[in-house]
């Protein structure tokens, strides 16, 4: 069996699983179980090596993968690859997130309160690599730092550009903004 359909065999059972536990609803306990099992599907690094998805040359901030996602928008599993340095502001997700490493670091600011509830204040840092990750509630506020480039899983439980409801903190107006921008994802389904 050749590499991509290994990989899309893999995908396909870990999606299936993420389905069950989000079918006892969205709670802490599940995305933590949706991160586990995810955190099992990049042990077997060797079914997404770096090679297969390239980030193009006129894209300095990274580049999204799409390599799973049902009909109706939901289940969305992304790579996300990143070649150099890259960040974003502090800003929620309106559905449940989980961040899995497969390569590099990625530095995760946690912020205490909700968007729209004045500045966010960081409350602590957890850092995404190999064998770890993160998982968020629709409500919880996030931002991401990188440094040297990383390679990670970044599911959700819808389409990222369908959240239009997404906020982030504006360091340049000290407000919550919403998310305007689309991103530009290449879709790696097999």
């Known amino acids: 069996m050749s590499l991509s359909s290994r990989r899309a065999v893999a995908v396909r059972e870990a999606?299936?699983?993420?389905?069950?536990?989000e079918s006892t609803g969205v709670d802490r306990t599940a995305v933590d179980g949706i991160r586990d099992r995810l955190i099992a599907l990049a042990a077997d690094k060797e079914l997404f090596p770096r090679s297969d998805f390239p980030v193009p040359q006129n894209n300095l901030g990274g580049q999204l993968y799409l390599l799973s996602q049902d009909t109706d928008g939901r289940f969305a599993l992304y790579m996300q690859v990143v070649a150099g340095a890259?960040?974003?502001?502090?800003?929620?997700?309106?559905?449940w997130a989980v961040i899995v490493?497969?390569?590099?670091?990625?530095?995760?600011?946690l912020y205490n309160g909700?968007?729209?509830?004045?500045?966010?204040?960081?409350?602590?840092e957890?850092?995404?690599?190999?064998?770890?990750?993160i998982a968020f509630l629709p409500e919880d506020v996030h931002s991401i730092h990188i440094e040297d480039g990383s390679l990670n899983f970044h599911c959700y439980g819808l389409d990222l550009n369908a959240l239009s409801e997404r906020q982030y903190w504006s360091e340049d107006?000290?407000?919550?903004?919403?998310?305007?921008?689309?991103?530009?994802?290449?879709?790696?389904r097999t």
């Open 101 to 109: 490493g497969l390569e590099g670091q990625e530095l995760n600011r």
């Open 114 to 124: 909700h968007a729209e509830q004045g500045k966010p204040e960081m409350e602590s």
């Open 173 to 188: 107006s000290d407000e919550w903004k919403y998310f305007k921008n689309k991103f530009d994802i290449i879709d790696a």
């Open 86 to 95: 890259n960040s974003t502001p502090a800003h929620n997700h309106t559905t």
């Open 126 to 133: 957890y850092i995404v690599e190999h064998g770890t990750g």
């Open 15 to 21: 999606i299936a699983d993420i389905r069950l536990i």
